[in-house]
């Protein structure tokens, strides 16, 4: 089985990380991706916005749990802070040796590839899966990684967050089931330290 690695905050994760998490798997390119939560991004500049780990692990395994091939992972939240994509690709390839890996990230990501830990180890044996962002580059056809051109719908955590304190309207970009589990927990309220 081929299995995309998709990684991130997911502070909170929105109809945009499920959507490009499903096409993914309708193109093909893999055969189910597993939605990685990083309890602490080492390029992520203001770690200290990210709500407890638990409660975004929760939100992620609500979001994923009507789709069969989403899958909610909590891999990073055992091992070293700050966490590295290589080994948590490497600790999933050496306990699922059926299994191939391919790590799905955006754009952004690709154009500051060559900063990440062991980045040659992952075009080489995790052949990436990149998705567009406005204004950045896309991989070129020399390269160990395979562009998904893709209509990407326009939202960012950041954004939600920012709505959730005004009390705009989010309720098209979130899944429903996490949207009730904002509400219920109270969560990214203007009073929250951690809102933004």
Known sequence: ??????????????????????????????????????????????????????????????????????EASDIELSMPRPSYTIDTLRRLAGSNPGDSFRLVIGADNWECFDRWKDYREILRDFHPIVYPREGCAMPGEDSQATPMWADLLPVSSTMIRQRLITGEPVNNLLPPAVLDYIRANGLYRRDDPQVI
Request: aromatic fraction near 6%.
């Open 1 to 70: 089985m081929v299995i995309g690695v998709f990684g991130g905050s997911f502070n909170p994760v929105h109809a945009g990380h499920i959507s490009l998490a499903r096409e993914v798997v309708a193109r093909k390119l893999a055969d189910k991706v597993m939605m990685v939560m990083s309890p602490l991004n080492p390029l992520k500049e203001d770690p200290a916005s990210l709500i407890d780990d638990y409660l975004r692990m929760e939100m992620l395994r609500i979001a994923c749990l009507p789709y069969p091939r989403l």
